[in-house]
């Protein structure tokens, strides 16, 4: 199947500093990447969805200012995580699908962000 | 208010012994899907159901879709170590759009 990374996969900032988490399709063109956030023991929440070449469509109550998230290119999302603080910790995970709704969406594995 | 409930939220069980985790909604699904996750790592696709009262079977692990389209269940038979995981339920609303809802998740446990 279709394969998903993300670098990098754990990430450790001082409160204050901003950190960038890049999602790539290796293999197929991701039109729409979607990027999601979870916390120990509970399920995904969708944080926004990406269009390449598109600004990101976000979910309520996810502040853009603070998580930036660029789709460039095909292969491409970045998520950015602007001046960070401890209750931005957690795992967050990206998929990436192609360019019908009905085709699979696939998942990354995931990126651990501790802030201090 | 979640549109995915997942029961139960927890499970302990031994090796050997059978299982069923329930998806629930009060919304129409166009399709539904299971995923397992183990701890660090991003979910793995287990299976997709589209058709109301769609039964998939994968190996020991049996899955079934609504006839109505807004529940889903997931049996697996003489659990494993191996199956321990979070499992999560996952759909597309009909007429929702690009985004795939997930459930609350059903955290199972096989031991020895």
């Known amino acids: 199947g279709a394969v998903v990374s993300q670098h990098p996969s754990r990430v450790i900032c001082k409160s204050g500093t901003s950190v960038k988490i890049e999602c790539r399709s290796l293999d197929f063109q991701a039109t729409t990447m979607f990027w999601y956030r979870q916390f120990p023991k509970q399920s995904l929440m969708l944080m926004a969805t990406s269009n390449e070449g598109s600004k990101a469509t976000y979910e309520q109550g996810v502040e853009k200012d603070k998580f930036l998230i660029n789709h460039a290119s095909l292969t491409l999302s970045t998520l950015t995580v602007t001046s960070a603080h401890p209750e931005d910790s957690s795992f967050y995970i990206c998929s990436a699908r192609g360019a019908s709704r009905t085709d699979t969406q696939y998942f990354g594995p995931g990126t651990r962000l501790t802030v201090l | 208010t979640q549109l995915l409930e997942q029961s139960p939220q927890f499970l302990s069980i031994q090796e050997g012994e059978n299982l069923t985790v329930y998806c629930n909604s009060s919304s129409v699904f166009s399709s539904l899907q299971w995923y397992r996750q183990e701890p660090g790592e991003g979910p793995v696709l287990l299976v997709t159901v589209v058709t109301g009262g769609e039964v998939k079977k994968l190996k020991r692990l049996t899955f079934q879709f609504g006839d109505a389209r807004k529940d889903s269940s997931l049996h697996i038979t003489a659990a494993q170590p191996g199956d321990t995981g979070l499992y999560l339920c996952?759909?597309?609303?009909?007429?929702?759009?690009?985004?795939?809802?997930f459930g609350t998740g059903t955290q199972l446990k096989v031991e020895l």
């Open positions: 996952a759909g597309h609303l009909t007429g929702g759009g690009n985004k795939l809802t």
